[in-house]
């Protein structure tokens, strides 16, 4: 068991290094490119895979870990959202998956704050910032999800800022597991400097915007 454990940890690693290298490639090409597609599609993809089986050997014996297991959903969450906010630039899109998504996030976040508590009775500072963003996000889905025209206007700042979020996610797994950053400064410090990437893409798209709206 503990040899095919040690293989899912590999194959798990294994992906996330297709995701980082695919995800930077995505970000550097040209937006709707061919390039930006089909890298965005193996960014997508590996992560997907990625976080699976690392939620996978959280449950396993020995590697019981709720914590791994919590960042992997937190993982997920990012990209899948990211990743359906293609579909809201159709008209009337179906929301039912996206809406169980956000739905699962906020209760995972909600186990991700509460049950260190009760368990130890200790607050995990990291899995509380975790929750919070996650729970801060998928409430925002659900509200945006309410008005369908602004769904759509949007999209493109869900897509761009959900993936951006999966990337920073990898980024921070691979940061943290190899030791760049004393004490738990690894954990944040991508999510900071990804932070600011992600205000300055969600910036020049708004002036896109309003530089299109004054022009026509």
Do not use: C
Not at 4 to 22: E, P, V
Not at 28 to 54: P, T
Not at 154 to 161: A, F, I, P, R
Not at 164 to 185: E, H, M, Q, W
């Amino acid at each position: 068991m503990e040899k095919t454990i040690q293989i899912l940890i590999y194959i798990h690693a294994a992906f996330g290094g297709f995701a980082l290298l695919a995800g930077l490639v995505s970000i550097v090409a040209k937006k709707g490119k061919n390039i930006h597609r089909k890298s965005g599609l193996i960014f997508f993809y590996s992560m997907i895979l990625s976080g699976i089986i690392a939620m996978i050997v959280a449950v396993l014996p020995n590697h019981e870990s709720p914590f791994l297991f919590a960042v992997g959903i937190f993982s997920l969450y990012f990209v899948l959202t990211g990743n359906r906010a293609l579909n809201f630039k159709r008209k009337n899109p179906d929301l039912k998956i996206d809406k169980l998504i956000s739905i699962i996030m906020i209760i995972t976040g909600v186990l991700m704050i509460s049950l260190p508590i009760i368990l130890t009775k200790n607050i995990n500072i990291i899995l509380v910032v975790f929750a919070i963003v996650g729970i801060i996000f998928s409430m925002r889905d659900l509200i945006l999800f309410k008005n369908a025209e602004r769904l759509r206007k949007g999209w493109l700042k869900l897509h761009l800022g959900k993936m951006l979020g999966g990337y920073i996610s990898a980024t921070t797994a691979f940061v943290v597991v190899n030791d760049f950053f004393p004490s738990f400064y690894g954990w944040f410090i991508p999510g900071i400097i990804g932070g600011f990437i992600i205000a300055y893409w969600l910036r020049k798209m708004n002036k896109k915007t309003v530089a299109n709206t004054v022009y026509n």
